[in-house]
């Protein structure tokens, strides 16, 4: 298919530069992070934007946008990636926090049930064994308890 601008070669895709310094291509499908840091700036321009509309009663131009992405220095984008690590953090305490009643819920009651279970099923295997283990040398014609009786102190 021919070019839609008259033969000349099609021009890449322009994007705001501040979202492939979050979000680089070759980390795009997990950069949480970034996706988060981006996120706020948006908030940031959109509020930035909008001081324009109120005191000057018009959207900002192409050249204030421009201007408006040129005043984000590196440590403005470093906060904004600290502010992404910490809006992370709270997520992740958050979720944990709400988690931690029914994980604590569910340990007690299966440790305990488990551990009940597990003893019960260990004693009558070991009371099984003994029996047959009795019973084997009671078929071998052992006298296991006269022998036992030969140990016990005299007068007793």
Known sequence: MPPMNGGSSPE???????FEHFVPADRADDNVRGLIAYGLYKIA????SQGIQIRQG?????????????TWTS???????QQADAT?????SAVVEAAAPGIREDALRGTTSKAIGTSVAANA???LVLI??????????IDFIG???KFRPPGG
């Not at 321009?45 to 930035?48: L, P, V, Y």
């Not at 992370?88 to 992740?92: D, H, I, Q, R, T």
């Open 147 to 149: 022998f036992v009786q």
């Open 58 to 70: 018009r959207q900002p131009n192409a050249a204030e946008r421009e201007a408006y992405i040129a």
């Open 88 to 92: 992370l953090a709270a997520f992740g």
């Open 45 to 48: 321009k959109r509020e930035w």
């Open 12 to 18: 890449p895709p322009r994007y705001n530069p501040i």
């Open 132 to 141: 047959a283990f009795a019973l084997i040398l009671y078929l071998a014609g």
């Open 75 to 81: 440590s403005r984008l470093a906060g904004l990636e």
């Open 125 to 127: 295997i070991y009371t």
